[in-house]
């Protein structure tokens, strides 16, 4: 198993990006496929204005979209409050000025198609008749997002004004899919005539993807065939390799540029695809451990809240959603509450005494106590104050369970098996060896995110495995010099 | 199983020679639809003279390396020295340029790209590289009307790579890419 043959192909048909997709959900409309969105809220037919859709009102399906939205029959409303977000938005990409609003009488300033500006008549128009407005029919617009704003085209005997949204894309799928879609999506390769497997790697995100959705094949995550990780939004603004590093973040594969200067996905858990010995090691050997890299004490309990959830705990009443993202439930798959499942309820300790004392305590996030008093809470028994982010709400997620990149519920949908997710915790709470070889061409053999077996170091034990995380060659001494971690999990 | 193969590991025992080929690749002309290339050193070839001073080195990483400390994710860059020997790179008052081998159009050496492989025998190693020239620097030879056999420190980065993950997020960003379908985004008829 691995990525559909057609997703490598960018001269493929759009379902290449099966699985991943950014979508808005218009409600009252159909779904389009695109980050932006020109909609027709008014026309002068005639010499009168009217507007053409008297119940507009534009959602999206990702919950954390509420752009834009426009309302009928808001007689009474506070207008100033939105006339001033009209300014505000609009200013930062289209030049729709600010005017003295009051109540039933909105006339921003609109930038036409042609570049010109000129007033445009927003509230109270007759959404049937064409007829001047009455007093009790108004659509008033509000404006949230960063991109979003008004705009007027003149096309002779008819003009419009159209309500201008964009957002940035939403990615839906599996860690490696969203990755290498987000990379595929922003490359133009054009310039150098060049394909998709001359800057990615290909056959290592397949592999993380087999581990990232297949549990009978080696998973480290649990996720369950079909069901898609993670939605991750962009951002304006944002470096694309943030967003490639804050997608990473929700996997385990190691992301880099492999020594083809190819983008690499490494599967954590590959088999040893080197043996590396003494014979072509060149100097010393290197060896430190890395036990300030860590946790060093884990003690807690995890399966409360709903932030770490579990695909296979799928409640009955929600469509588990499929590859396409088609069924899926949103928020309502989230809100299972699965502290009545006490096989969820994991309590796993470790502690590295040695580590400890060196450095102090390196304690996970989340403690069996703050579970047990989180618990209590949730249950109704608030004999001791809730702690302080928490909110008198029993379905307030209980985020110091987990890591601070899979608490934004905003950003992304964590689905993880829980028991995994603590084995890799416990994994950080493990003393590491690490080593410095520098050898000849040989280094060459593998990568930086490989799993390597190291053998035959005096002093250091037979055999142990280790991941290469950092490479550097030398082109003038032919030498290339490797830092190998010890592999645990 | 690694990146080598049998046969590249045999030719490393036995002490093969090491090649290494450096290419620039320079556009035709100004649209950059087709690159000649021009061989600035192959040290397996005696007929080409040696020009590469500096083999520079390139550093690779990967993040995500721990739940608890990621690490970071960086381009290797990769930085050369070379005798400026046939004078190709030249600067002017304002820029420098390239001249490609084949044609008299003269590219920003910005527009143009590098390659460079690594041969044990004729075996080829995994260790391949294409990166854009960011910049060339010019030794002072004390005559600015002069280049010629000045030594060049030219750096870059990964051809594609870096100007994917240097992009930032915009409108324009997603709203250029030809395999989406823009044409049913205006509604109502009102395009």
Not at chain 1, 176 to 199: C, G, H, K
Not at chain 1, 259 to 272: E, G, M, P, Q, W
Not at chain 2, 13 to 39: F, L
Request: glycine share 8%; aromatic share 12%; charged share 20%.
């Amino acid at each position: 198993m691995a990525m559909p043959s057609s997703w490598w192909s960018l001269n493929a048909s759009a379902s290449w990006r099966s699985g991943c997709r950014f979508k808005n959900d218009w409600s009252g409309a159909d779904v389009y496929d695109g980050p932006s969105i020109n909609r027709v809220i008014c026309y002068d037919g005639d010499g009168i204005w009217q507007g053409v859709d008297s119940s507009m009102t534009i959602d999206s399906q990702w919950g954390a979209f509420h752009w834009v939205r426009q309302n009928g029959n808001l007689a009474g409303t506070s207008i100033p409050a939105l006339g001033v977000a009209i300014g505000q938005s609009s200013q930062k990409h289209y030049p729709v000025y600010e005017e003295t609003f009051s109540e039933g009488d909105i006339f921003p300033q609109v930038k036409a198609s042609d570049g010109s500006h000129y007033s445009q008549r927003l509230l109270g128009f007759s959404s049937s008749d064409g007829t001047e407005p009455s007093d009790d029919t108004y659509y008033t617009v509000y404006y949230k997002p960063d991109y979003s704003g008004i705009e007027g085209q003149d096309t002779g005997d008819d003009s419009y004004c159209h309500l201008y949204h964009s957002q940035p894309p939403v990615y839906y799928g599996y860690p490696a899919q969203v990755i290498s879609a987000i990379v595929m999506e922003a490359i133009d390769i054009d310039d150098y005539s060049l394909t998709v497997s001359d800057f990615i790697d290909t056959s290592s995100f397949d592999d993380s993807y087999d581990a990232q959705c297949d549990d009978t094949n080696g998973s480290q995550y649990g996720y369950p065939r079909d069901h898609p990780s993670l939605v991750a939004h962009a951002k304006y603004g944002e470096p694309i390799v943030d967003t490639l590093k804050r997608v990473s973040r929700h996997a385990w594969e190691y992301l880099g540029i492999g020594i083809n200067t190819k983008l690499v996905y490494r599967h954590r858990s590959a088999d040893a695809v080197a043996v590396v010995n003494s014979d072509h090691i060149i100097g010393n050997v290197n060896f430190s451990y890395m036990d300030d890299f860590l946790y060093n004490k884990i003690h807690m309990r995890m399966g409360v809240g709903r932030l770490i959830y579990n695909w296979d705990e799928t409640p009955s009443d929600g469509p588990a959603p499929n590859l396409d993202g088609s069924g899926f439930a949103g928020g309502d798959t989230l809100t299972e509450d699965v502290s009545e499942d006490t096989s969820l309820q994991l309590l796993r300790s470790s502690t590295i005494s040695e580590s400890v004392t060196k450095y102090g305590e390196r304690i996970v996030p989340g403690t069996e106590q703050d579970v047990d008093r989180a618990l209590r809470f949730r249950t109704g028994d608030r004999r001791r104050t809730p702690p302080p982010s928490m909110k008198p709400r029993k379905q307030q997620p209980i985020q110091f369970l987990s890591h601070p990149y899979f608490n934004d519920i905003k950003e992304y949908q964590p689905c993880q098996k829980t028991s995994k997710y603590i084995e890799q915790l416990e994994n950080e709470s493990e003393p590491l060896r690490s080593a410095e070889i520098t050898q000849d061409l040989y280094g060459l053999d593998y990568d930086v995110g490989h799993v390597v077996t190291v053998d035959g170091f005096t002093g250091q034990g037979d055999s142990w495995t280790a991941v290469c995380t950092n490479k550097s060659i030398d082109f003038n001494n032919l030498t290339v010099t490797s830092t190998l971690v010890e592999r645990v999990g | 199983m690694g990146l080598l193969t049998a046969l590249e590991k045999e030719a490393i025992d036995k002490g093969y020679p090491v090649r290494q080929v450096w290419k620039i690749w320079c556009p035709t002309n100004s649209s950059h639809a087709s690159y000649d290339s021009h061989t600035i050193e192959d040290t397996g070839d005696t007929n080409i003279e040696s020009r590469v001073v500096c083999a520079g080195e390139r550093d690779y990483n990967c993040y995500n390396l721990s739940i608890g400390n990621p690490g970071d994710l960086e381009l290797p860059e990769y930085t050369i020295v070379l005798s400026n020997a046939d004078g190709r790179f030249y600067p002017t008052r304002s820029d420098s340029f390239f001249k490609g081998p084949n044609t008299s159009y003269e590219s920003l050496p910005q527009g143009c790209y590098m390659t460079h492989d690594i041969y044990v025998g004729y075996h080829k190693l995994p260790s391949e590289y294409i990166g854009s020239i960011i910049s060339v620097e010019y030794e002072d030879t004390g005559n600015a009307n002069s280049m010629t056999s000045a030594l060049c420190t030219i750096k870059t980065e990964p051809t594609v790579l870096s100007r994917v993950l240097e992009l930032e997020w915009d409108e324009d960003r997603h709203a250029n890419r030809s395999f989406l379908n823009y044409a049913s985004w205006v509604l109502d008829g009102a395009s």
